[in-house]
């Protein structure tokens, strides 16, 4: 089995900056695609950044310029880089990874726990 944790959520002023780290952990071959989606209550889990094995990028389009996801494979850890933070980016922040298990040949999709980021003054 594989677990996702995330860290490094909090409360922060609006232009503050937030770092959020996910680690996956258990019985893992490789991790491909790793990505970082939000949720507000009431609304669908929207995708927020994801990063390739060979680092290619993607964004939301409101994110561009404040948000930098990166990935240490060496830690299988997926970082979010959150910069100039303003208050619609207020969520429940998940991340999600595609993962090899060892001994399987297929890739499964795996979530973490989610963790609060709430940007307020």
């Known amino acids: 089995q594989v677990q996702l944790v995330e860290s490094g959520g909090g409360l922060v002023q609006p232009g503050g900056s937030l770092r959020l780290s996910c680690t996956a952990s258990?019985?893992?071959?490789?991790?491909?695609?790793m990505a970082w989606y939000r949720q507000t209550p009431g609304t669908q889990r929207e995708p927020v950044a994801t990063?390739?094995?060979?680092?290619?990028?993607n964004y939301r389009e409101s994110v561009k310029g404040r948000f930098t996801i990166s990935r240490d494979d060496a830690k299988n850890t997926a970082y979010l880089q959150m910069d100039n933070l303003k208050p619609e980016d207020t969520a429940v922040y998940y991340c999600?990874?595609?993962?090899?298990?060892?001994?399987?040949?297929?890739?499964?999709?795996?979530w973490g726990q989610g963790t609060q980021v709430t940007v307020s003054s």
């Open positions: 999600n990874a595609d993962v090899v298990q060892s001994g399987v040949l297929r890739s499964a999709n795996f």
């Open positions: 990063i390739t094995t060979a680092g290619n990028t």
């Open positions: 258990g019985s893992i071959y490789m991790v491909r695609l």
